[in-house]
């Protein structure tokens, strides 16, 4: 059974940060990809940021050059740093695993960007 935990989420103004945190635990490995979608309400899921293993990165178009993924390994868990927030970033954040049909999902931390 896997389980992914996120934490980090909370009200912040703009142009100001966070750091999400995702801890995977069960049998989820070292060359899974990571990362983190988001829905924002009426909104479709779209990715945020995900890494591979070897640490390859991609980004959706809206957060290049403000979010920064990484992730450790030996301790299976995934970060995004988030700079530079707007109003539009208001959104659940959802932490993602996967390795091809093996997908999980985390319960999702609420982002809130307001003044």
């Known amino acids: 059974q896997v389980q992914l935990v996120e934490s980090g989420g909370g009200l912040v103004q703009p142009g100001g940060s966070l750091r999400l945190s995702c801890v995977a635990s069960?049998?989820?490995?070292?060359?899974?990809?990571m990362g983190w979608y988001r829905q924002a309400p009426g909104k479709q899921r779209e990715l945020a940021a995900v890494?591979?293993?070897?640490?390859?990165?991609s980004y959706g178009d809206s957060v290049k050059g403000r979010f920064t993924i990484s992730r450790d390994n030996a301790k299976n868990t995934v970060y995004v740093h988030m700079n530079s927030l707007k109003p539009e970033d208001t959104a659940v954040y959802y932490c993602?695993?996967?390795?091809?049909?093996?997908?999980?999902w985390g319960q999702g931390t609420q982002v809130t960007v307001s003044s």
């Open positions: 890494i591979t293993g070897g640490g390859v990165t």
């Open positions: 069960g049998n989820i490995f070292s060359n899974y990809v």
């Open positions: 993602y695993a996967g390795r091809g049909l093996n997908i999980y």
